[in-house]
């Protein structure tokens, strides 16, 4: 027999024997996990969240050009209510979803008061904190489908609201670039 897969095999079960093989699994887990939540903090190859959100004068903020269908207020609302669905859902066996596609976008272009910019930014990353905490948690299963829903597990829901929320930001940018509030 081969010398070296003697030696190789060895090794292999005297690692299973001491359990490092779990080891390895659960810190590819942890991995797994640090790199979700780095994903969802939107920082690494795009702008980021709160650069992109601080300073918008109130103004602009429910302003809107061609090619954009969308005011800065409505992605940013729509971020909002989407990633706090994502969120319920996820933990909440009894969370009932707005009515799409409606119940997902403000009702209006323009935001109602002067405050509303500031408290949907605090919302939205209050409810953000809270899916990075879900995704931490090691209790939380990655991959197994939630007991409702239909297969949807917390990996796939993590990616989506860091998807979701890529994509408005994107959009919101965009926006506020043509608008010449951004720089
Ligand atoms: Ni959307």
């Known amino acids: 027999m081969?010398?070296?897969?003697?030696?190789?095999?060895?090794?292999?079960?005297?690692r299973h024997l001491n359990g490092s093989a779990s080891i390895d699994a659960m810190d590819e887990e942890r991995s797994l996990r640090e790199h979700l939540v780095n994903l969802?903090?939107?920082?690494?190859?795009?702008?980021?969240?709160?650069?992109?959100?601080?300073?918008?004068?109130?103004?602009?903020?429910?302003?809107t050009v061609e090619g954009v269908p969308a005011s800065a207020w409505e992605q940013l609302e729509h971020m909002r209510i989407a990633q706090w669905d994502i969120l319920e859902f996820s933990?909440?066996?009894?969370?009932e979803s707005p009515k799409f596609p409606d119940g997902y976008w403000p009702t209006s272009q323009q935001p109602p008061t002067a405050e509303s910019w500031v408290e949907s930014?605090?919302?939205?990353e209050a409810d953000l904190e809270e899916m990075k905490n879900l995704v931490r948690d090691p209790d939380q299963d990655l991959f197994k489908?939630?007991?409702?829903?239909?297969?949807q597990t917390l990996l796939r829901e993590a990616?989506?609201?860091?998807?979701?929320?890529?994509y408005h930001l994107g959009q919101m940018v965009t926006l506020l670039r043509a608008l010449g509030c951004w720089g």
């Open 121 to 124: 930014v605090r919302a939205f």
């Open 40 to 63: 969802l903090d939107m920082k690494g190859a795009h702008v980021d969240f709160r650069r992109t959100v601080s300073d918008v004068p109130f103004e602009v903020q429910g302003r």
């Open 2 to 14: 081969n010398g070296e897969f003697v030696i190789c095999h060895l090794s292999l079960v005297i």
């Open 159 to 166: 990616l989506l609201v860091a998807d979701h929320n890529a």
């Open 145 to 151: 489908p939630f007991p409702w829903g239909n297969g």
């Open 91 to 95: 933990r909440d066996p009894s969370h």
